[in-house]
Nanobody, 117 residues
Framework: QVQLAESGGGAVQAGGSLRLSCAASGDSYSRGCMGWFRQGPGKEREGVAHIDRRGSPMYADSVKGRFTISKDNAKNSLYLQMNLLKPEDTAMYYC???????????WGQGTQVTVSS
């Protein structure tokens, strides 16, 4: 079993920055791959960034060059540094984890990010 807890959300103006954190616990194999998703008002959930066991990142086109995903295995933590935030980045952000063999199996409760123009 894996538990995930996000933090770091908040309200910022466009152009600002936020750093999201996800504290993970439980079986490390089951959370070898981790990612950030978001769901904006009236929108479907979308993948934002992912990182595999080796630390290789992948990003959605909409956030490339602005967001950086990273993890600290010693601290069992996942991060999302978000720079140059735009109003369209407003969403609930979720941390997810899985064993890299398929879909993510574990999800956090989410942290709200609101970007005003």
């Amino acid at each position: 079993q894996v538990q995930l807890a996000e933090s770091g959300g908040g309200a910022v103006q466009a152009g600002g920055s936020l750093r999201l954190s996800c504290a993970a616990s439980g079986d490390s194999y089951s959370r070898g791959c981790m990612g950030w998703f978001r769901q904006g008002p009236g929108k479907e959930r979308e993948g934002v960034a992912h990182i595999d066991r080796r630390g290789s990142p992948m990003y959605a086109d909409s956030v490339k060059g602005r967001f950086t995903i990273s993890k600290d295995n010693a601290k069992n933590s996942l991060y999302l540094q978000m720079n140059l935030l735009k109003p369209e980045d407003t969403a609930m952000y979720y941390c997810a984890a899985g064993s890299c063999s398929g879909a993510y199996n574990y999800w956090g409760q989410g942290t709200q990010v609101t970007v005003s123009s």
